[in-house]
């Protein structure tokens, strides 16, 4: 990944090429991360501009990430935590089956910027993103379960929100780990040997998982503390304003109450059921 | 946009195609909306499938959606609410000045799925993004300014996330309105004429705006509650498993403490005096 030209002797910087961490903290208005970024914002200016200055995280390198993207993914499940490393300072690698762009749930294509094959091999962070029937066609696939258990052996962190604990699991990344996942599914977990734990965000050793979709944020929080300490996850929920205020409070089955939840698994049946049956052939793929 | 075909007598769908609003709620595992989305996740499998059954939500006709797309927007600004309206079932125009993608700031291009000149001219909601340096561009574009005015004008309800407030005032519309934005430039909203109002989500009349970023998901709920009533907002409130966690609270200026601030602040004097300039320049067109 390209990275930011050091700063000259007068503080100011040759390049003004965008660049993804420079941006993400200064569109967000962040003051996270080295000089160039109101250039690269302006869209090359043709002359120089006053910049936002350095500060402490740009001496620290930059954290490396690989997100996990395929067919059916729910792009918020990858966007919230994606800006929230960014801001960190993370070279970010979209690992895809192959370059192809890959659908979201909300019609935005995603390319990815490398394959399975050509993904970095040591990583700080190895995440995965949810999408139900996406999320069950990963876990049959060998070339993606490969690869996730072979970056996740050595991974700093292994991670995931909603449905993409499914796909941990089924690699077999959280055998004897607590761990969440979307509610939907997060049932089908122990069958892949994982231990169902009831929390939005979930941190066992070197795991950390989320519950579903907007667990993203919360999750992407938690691990910035783990990766870059507290003060700097403070000042990425800064940047971002979440202080959350949702208008009501349906968010869980807890809350919503047996009635109405009968109703709304009767229309998960068919999805839960192919789900229940790639986590019971995973189970048996890994020797469960 | 493409509609679902109709069931047949059978309530089976002919068309297995992708469609955007089956395709989010069946991604996340919602009951909103009608068959025919377990095919389009599964890729168009060979044979005929189950599917989720259809609810109340298909059979209000879709909502007619426009969100502006521009070069320097917050990736999370349009994807929170757009899952939401999705889950909602909606037809979304993705509104660029230019059909040309657009980037944001975690280096994820977005295509607009039509011009300005191609939007259709009346619209259940227009929505305008936040991204600093961005929205101070389009502060500064008639053609974008022209365009909010003119669908503004006409639109059930005029919305913004973060700094897209500042755009929305810039083109006249929150004259005399309350309304917020990220708590970086809230206060120039008044010089544009706006009231500004000290809430995260704040509702004026046909005026829905948002403070920053990750102020989307409940502005998007809250809009939801007032698009298609609360019980349908709960739902996707489910479907996202939205009850928030944040690990810490540090998301707000108040929260934060003047000492921290005064440092934030001045890491961000560029980019907001570039806002401030913008906001002045078009109280003056505006004749405030």
């Given at each position: 990944m390209a990275r930011t030209t050091p700063p000259d002797a007068n503080g100011s910087h040759p390049d003004i090429s965008l660049n993804r961490r420079n941006f993400a903290a200064a569109a967000l208005g962040g003051t996270l991360v080295a000089g160039g970024a109101a250039d690269a914002l302006a869209q090359a200016p043709p002359q120089p501009l006053p910049r936002p200055r350095m500060t402490q995280q740009s001496e620290t390198p930059p954290l490396k990430v690989a997100m996990l993207v395929y067919p059916g993914m729910i792009a918020l499940d990858l966007i919230a935590p994606q800006t929230i490393l960014q801001i960190l300072n993370s070279d970010i690698h979209l690992v895809g089956e192959t370059r192809d762009p890959v659908m979201t749930d909300v019609s935005l294509p995603v390319t990815p910027t490398c394959t399975v094959a050509e993904c970095?091999?040591?990583?700080?962070v190895l995440f995965v993103p949810g999408g139900l029937m996406g999320s069950v066609a990963c876990m049959k696939k060998p070339v993606i379960l490969d690869f996730l258990a072979d970056r996740g052996e050595r991974a700093r962190f292994v991670t995931s929100v909603c449905t993409g604990g499914l796909v941990l699991a089924a690699a077999g990344?959280?055998?004897?780990y607590r761990a969440t996942a979307h509610w939907g599914v997060v049932d089908l977990l122990p069958l892949m040997g994982a231990i169902k734990a009831d929390a939005r965000v979930v941190h066992d050793r070197n795991r950390v998982t989320g519950a579903g979709a907007t667990a993203g944020l919360d999750f992407g929080l938690a691990l910035a503390a783990l990766l870059r300490g507290q003060e700097a996850a403070e000042r990425a929920q800064l940047i971002l304003e979440y202080e959350p205020e949702p208008p009501?409070?349906?968010?869980t089955p807890a809350l919503v109450g047996p009635e109405r939840m009968t109703q709304v698994r009767a229309g998960r049946v068919w999805m839960d059921g192919q789900a229940r049956e790639a986590a019971l052939a995973a189970a048996r793929r890994l020797g469960i």
């Open positions: 970095p091999r040591d990583l700080d990344l959280l055998r004897g009501f409070h349906k968010g």
